[in-house]
């Protein structure tokens, strides 16, 4: 029986083999993580991992535990080494979920086992992106403008399975920051929300239009907020809403006359911009010999007047841009031969019955500034022109806080002289002596319309100011004043420079002269450069000029030099400025003749001195 026995467990060993060979599933996907509409590979690989390994065979059984997606149910494996096969399917999500879990299940075969492994697709919504058109725009208050957000479906197109719809569906919400209108729309919404439609011919668009209307003149940014639906992610655009812009108004000046040889400075000064930005400038030659211009792009650039037989007119045009907006003007120079010039009948500028004195005058594009000495009792007096001198406006009184005013020191009428007008653009500026007190200044930003109260620029408590000279360039502004008997600590007279970077709101002041004594100050300008040329009194009684430069625009001085002889008594210097050459003439007392001296290096040394007079 044992034999029989035997050898029927052995038959039934031969036909039911034992499952010894133990197997292990691993499922791994191309792209763990999709968009709806797109799909992922998910393979599995079945292994053997017994002592004597075969390729396990059969099939693969997959479920995504009813999430309704798109796949293969099941799939046969194919070798891939000794010990491990393979299958995979394409697996496409069934609907908008934010995660799916796929299983792969190995039956088995004989000798394998069966194995199992799972993996979570994430499930992303369709991404979109958000336009408004118009996306700038220019409004005024009460007008109105219809804006438009247009979302786009920005996803790669859907492969296959479940296909959503692709243009974006639900709604868009408007908001402006600052808010300075309402927003309405049509279709049933609230008025700052409205419903989405397909674009005609787009498989990936969508739009809604909704009108802003302006309750207020300003900057704002408007943006267009798509709230997403169920297969779509939100996003947002944006509209930028500025003041309408206004074009600049160019102003070449009037027109002029010249001779040859003659330097001509052309002036765009009176351009202005309604929105008051900032004005760029270029000059350009339109008729007439031709002629090269000096600084083209700044508002006053200049030229010398070509040598010509014949009365011929030049033309220039300024052409003014506010970074948007530009706009040009022309202005012809006559060049004669021999001009004859022929002035407007005199205009008296002083009210009637009183006395005025020491008037100077200056003038930028069309407008005209004067200031002088009234002597009847309305102290220093200034009028301005808008109009090339035409016709001149009301009279203004400048004079310092009364507060300084006594009975032994009077401000006005007596105690005010010597006034001196600069200008720069629209910043004006005049200055003059109050004896007692100082040297004031007042100044104005509107072209003379208006003054600031007057300031002591440099306060003389002990002293008598004799004169001051001034001068203005850009935020600069310098003087160059001088008095007698200046206190206790320094009886001769003193040479004071002064200067300010802000427009005449605040000044540093330097003592010139040494303790000797020194008068008679003149000063000159160009560009950064600053040039004074002064009467210095020596330690043995003598007089000299002295000439003093800057080159930062008055920040700081560099050392003085003596120009004229100082065996010869020398007084009364001037001073003249042609690009980077200086001019200074004075008289020489002691030979009864005037002498000049030059430089061509902007003060930094000076050359020839010669009498010009016998």
Same mark, same amino acid.
């Given at each position: 029986?044992?034999?029989?026995?035997?050898?029927?467990?052995?038959?039934?060993?031969?036909?039911?083999?034992?499952?010894?060979?133990?197997?292990?599933?691993?499922?791994?996907?191309?792209?763990?993580?999709?968009?709806?509409?797109?799909?992922?590979?998910?393979?599995?690989?079945?292994?053997?991992?017994?002592?004597?390994?075969?390729?396990?065979?059969?099939?693969?059984?997959?479920?995504?535990?009813?999430?309704?997606?798109?796949?293969?149910?099941?799939?046969?494996?194919?070798?891939?080494?000794?010990?491990?096969?393979?299958?995979?399917?394409?697996?496409?999500?069934?609907?908008?979920?934010?995660?799916?879990?796929?299983?792969?299940?190995?039956?088995?075969?004989?000798?394998?086992?069966?194995?199992?492994?799972?993996?979570?697709?994430?499930?992303?919504?369709?991404?979109?992106?958000?336009?408004?058109?118009?996306?700038?725009?220019?409004?005024?208050?009460?007008?109105?403008?219809?804006?438009?957000?247009?979302?786009?479906?920005?996803?790669?197109?859907?492969?296959?399975?479940?296909?959503?719809?692709?243009?974006?569906?639900?709604?868009?919400?408007?908001?402006?920051?600052?808010?300075?209108?309402?927003?309405?729309?049509?279709?049933?919404?609230?008025?700052?929300?409205?419903?989405?439609?397909?674009?005609?011919?787009?498989? !990936?668009?969508?739009?809604?239009?909704?009108?802003?209307?302006?309750?207020?003149?300003?900057?704002?940014?408007?943006?267009?907020?798509?709230?997403?639906?169920?297969?779509?992610?939100?996003?947002?655009?944006?509209?930028?809403?500025?003041?309408?812009?206004?074009?600049?108004?160019?102003?070449?000046?009037?027109?002029?006359?010249?001779?040859?040889?003659?330097?001509?400075?052309?002036?765009?000064?009176?351009?202005?911009?309604?929105?008051?930005?900032?004005?760029?400038?270029?000059?350009?030659?339109?008729?007439?010999?031709?002629?090269?211009?000096?600084?083209?792009?700044?508002?006053?650039?200049?030229?010398?007047?070509?040598?010509?037989?014949?009365?011929?007119?030049?033309?220039?045009?300024?052409?003014?841009?506010?970074?948007?907006?530009?706009?040009?003007?022309?202005?012809?120079?006559?060049?004669?031969?021999?001009?004859?010039?022929?002035?407007?009948?005199?205009?008296?500028?002083?009210?009637?019955?009183?006395?005025?004195?020491?008037?100077?005058?200056?003038?930028?594009?069309?407008?005209?500034?004067?200031?002088?000495?009234?002597?009847?009792?309305?102290?220093?007096?200034?009028?301005?022109?808008?109009?090339?001198?035409?016709?001149?406006?009301?009279?203004? !009184?400048?004079?310092?806080?009364?507060?300084?005013?006594?009975?032994?020191?009077?401000?006005?009428?007596?105690?005010?002289?010597?006034?001196?007008?600069?200008?720069?653009?629209?910043?004006?500026?005049?200055?003059?002596?109050?004896?007692?007190?100082?040297?004031?200044?007042?100044?104005?930003?509107?072209?003379?319309?208006?003054?600031?109260?007057?300031?002591?620029?440099?306060?003389?408590?002990?002293?008598?100011?004799?004169?001051?000279?001034?001068?203005?360039?850009?935020?600069?502004?310098?003087?160059?004043?001088?008095?007698?008997?200046?206190?206790?600590?320094?009886?001769?007279?003193?040479?004071?420079? $002064?200067?300010?970077?802000?427009?005449?709101?605040?000044?540093?002041?330097?003592?010139?002269?040494?303790?000797?004594?020194?008068?008679?100050?003149?000063?000159?300008?160009?560009?950064?450069?600053?040039?004074?040329?002064?009467?210095?009194?020596?330690?043995?009684?003598?007089?000299?000029?002295?000439?003093?430069?800057?080159?930062?625009?008055?920040? !700081?001085?560099?050392?003085?030099?003596?120009? $004229?002889?100082?065996?010869?008594?020398?007084?009364?210097?001037?001073?003249?400025?042609?690009?980077?050459?200086?001019?200074?003439?004075?008289?020489?007392?002691?030979?009864?003749?005037?002498?000049?001296? $030059?430089?061509?290096?902007?003060?930094?040394?000076?050359?020839?001195?010669?009498?010009?007079?016998?």
């Amino acid at each position: 029986m044992k034999g029989i026995t035997t050898v029927f467990l052995l038959v039934i060993l031969a036909a039911h083999p034992a499952y010894a060979a133990v197997t292990t599933t691993t499922l791994t996907l191309s792209r763990p993580s999709i968009v709806i509409g797109e799909t992922t590979i998910a393979t599995a690989t079945v292994t053997d991992i017994s002592s004597a390994p075969t390729p396990p065979t059969g099939e693969v059984h997959w479920t995504d535990f009813g999430m309704s997606g798109t796949y293969d149910g099941t799939c046969t494996l194919s070798p891939l080494s000794a010990t491990a096969s393979s299958c995979s399917i394409t697996y496409g999500p069934g609907g908008a979920f934010s995660s799916v879990t796929l299983q792969a299940f190995y039956f088995g075969d004989r000798p394998h086992t069966k194995s199992i492994d799972s993996a979570v697709i994430t499930v992303n919504k369709r991404a979109t992106a958000t336009s408004v058109s118009p996306n700038t725009v220019q409004i005024a208050s009460g007008n109105s403008v219809v804006l438009t957000a247009t979302v786009t479906d920005t996803s790669p197109s859907p492969s296959c399975c479940f296909t959503p719809d692709v243009n974006p569906v639900s709604s868009v919400v408007w908001s402006a920051s600052p808010s300075l209108g309402t927003f309405s729309s049509s279709g049933g919404f609230s008025p700052d929300i409205c419903g989405l439609s397909r674009v005609s011919g787009s498989l !990936t668009d969508s739009s809604c239009s909704i009108t802003y209307t302006a309750t207020a003149t300003g900057s704002l940014t408007i943006t267009a907020r798509y709230v997403g639906d169920n297969t779509h992610d939100g996003s947002s655009g944006t509209a930028t809403v500025s003041p309408p812009q206004h074009p600049p108004v160019a102003d070449a000046g009037p027109d002029q006359t010249a001779s040859p040889g003659m330097v001509v400075a052309l002036d765009g000064t009176a351009s202005s911009d309604p929105d008051g930005d900032p004005l760029t400038y270029s000059w350009t030659q339109t008729a007439g010999p031709s002629v090269t211009l000096t600084g083209a792009n700044t508002p006053t650039p200049s030229f010398v007047a070509p040598a010509i037989t014949a009365q011929t007119t030049l033309t220039f045009e300024l052409t003014v841009n506010d970074g948007a907006l530009s706009s040009s003007d022309t202005v012809d120079v006559v060049d004669a031969p021999s001009t004859i010039f022929s002035f407007q009948p005199v205009i008296n500028l002083n009210a009637a019955g009183a006395v005025g004195t020491h008037p100077t005058v200056a003038a930028s594009g069309r407008n005209v500034y004067v200031v002088w000495m009234n002597n009847t009792g309305a102290a220093i007096s200034f009028t301005r022109s808008a109009n090339a001198g035409a016709t001149f406006g009301p009279v203004l !009184t400048l004079s310092p806080p009364s507060s300084l005013c006594t009975t032994s020191l009077p401000c006005f009428p007596s105690g005010a002289s010597a006034p001196v007008v600069a200008s720069s653009g629209n910043h004006v500026y005049v200055a003059w002596v109050d004896v007692g007190h100082g040297i004031f200044l007042a100044s104005s930003d509107d072209g003379g319309l208006t003054f600031s109260a007057a300031a002591n620029v440099v306060p003389l408590a002990y002293g008598q100011g004799t004169g001051v000279q001034i001068a203005a360039s850009g935020d600069f502004v310098h003087l160059l004043s001088s008095c007698n008997n200046c206190g206790p600590n320094s009886p001769a007279g003193q040479l004071f420079f $002064s200067t300010s970077a802000d427009f005449g709101q605040t000044f540093s002041t330097t003592t010139l002269s040494n303790t000797h004594g020194g008068c008679c100050g003149q000063i000159a300008l160009s560009q950064n450069n600053v040039y004074a040329a002064f009467n210095e009194v020596t330690a043995t009684g003598s007089s000299v000029i002295q000439f003093v430069s800057s080159n930062d625009n008055g920040a !700081t001085l560099n050392a003085p030099m003596t120009l $004229s002889d100082p065996a010869n008594r020398s007084y009364f210097p001037q001073i003249a400025v042609s690009g980077n050459r200086v001019y200074v003439a004075w008289q020489d007392q002691t030979s009864g003749h005037g002498v000049s001296s $030059s430089t061509p290096g902007a003060g930094a040394a000076f050359g020839r001195r010669s009498a010009v007079l016998p």
